[in-house]
């Protein structure tokens, strides 16, 4: 923490703030896009897409999942950033990006017992039903520690494909469940709105980005 501190102490020092480019950020955001994403310290959207302060719009939680639209208006985190994206900044596109490596989609596909961490199982319930075609046997659940996000940690270096099936198929998922939000449906139907389903390595900082064929490619920069 200490290094964390120090460095927060010297931003000011560090970093230009007589500059236009900071100078314009009083005046107000306007980012290109609202990424949603893991909460997992590995995944950084500002170092994967270079964007500088202003650009993108972040909404982060275990597993990068979207709730349900509740018809009721019942309160969310996830709903009050999608709307005011939508309705107040504007943004154009939205990113639902997964990574390599999840603690949260390990959890699910490893049948991880999460009894001691009631409030991550029932927040992973959201996912759990659209994955359960390719969770397999949970009952046969690997023995894995419990990581920062509420799920599995892998220790190991190369993913499971069978992991990497399971966030794709969440990132698909998740970007279904945003068309179902009436805010996103409007924008989508007007052709304001463009959805990106992205799943990233965090071993080797590659970005596989869906396609319309529904399959997740490595395009050249």
């Not at 990424?35 to 650009?55: H, K, N, Q, Y």
């Not at 996912?127 to 046969?140: I, K």
């Not at 220790?155 to 990132?171: F, G, K, M």
Request: hydrophobic content about 40%; overall charge negative; proline content about 5%.
């Amino acid at each position: 923490m200490k290094a964390l501190l120090d460095r927060a102490r010297s931003f000011k020092r560090r970093v230009d703030f007589e500059s236009d480019e900071y100078r314009k950020l009083a005046v107000g955001q306007f980012p290109e896009a609202l990424f949603i994403t893991c909460s997992d310290s590995r995944v950084i959207p500002a170092l994967i897409t270079g964007a500088r302060p202003g650009e993108i719009f972040e909404l982060r939680n275990a597993g990068n999942i979207v709730p349900p639209h509740d018809a009721y208006g019942a309160a969310s985190g996830e709903a009050a950033t999608i709307e005011y994206a939508l309705e107040v900044l504007g943004v154009q596109d939205i990113v639902v990006c997964g990574h390599s490596h999840c603690g949260a989609m390990g959890a699910l596909k490893y049948g991880v017992d999460l009894s001691g961490l009631p409030r991550v199982d029932a927040w992973l319930d959201h996912a759990r039903p659209a994955l359960e075609p390719v969770l397999g046997d949970t009952g046969a659940a690997r023995e894995r520690d419990t990581g920062n996000d509420g799920a599995g940690r892998d220790s190991a270096s190369s993913e499971d494909p069978a992991l990497r099936e399971v966030v794709q198929l969440n990132i698909r998922n998740q970007l279904a469940v945003l068309r179902g939000y009436p805010v996103a449906r409007q924008q989508l139907d007007a052709g304001r709105l463009r959805l990106h389903g992205w799943y990233y390595e965090i071993d080797t900082g590659q970005v596989h980005e869906l396609d319309a064929d529904g399959a997740f490619q490595v395009h050249d920069s």
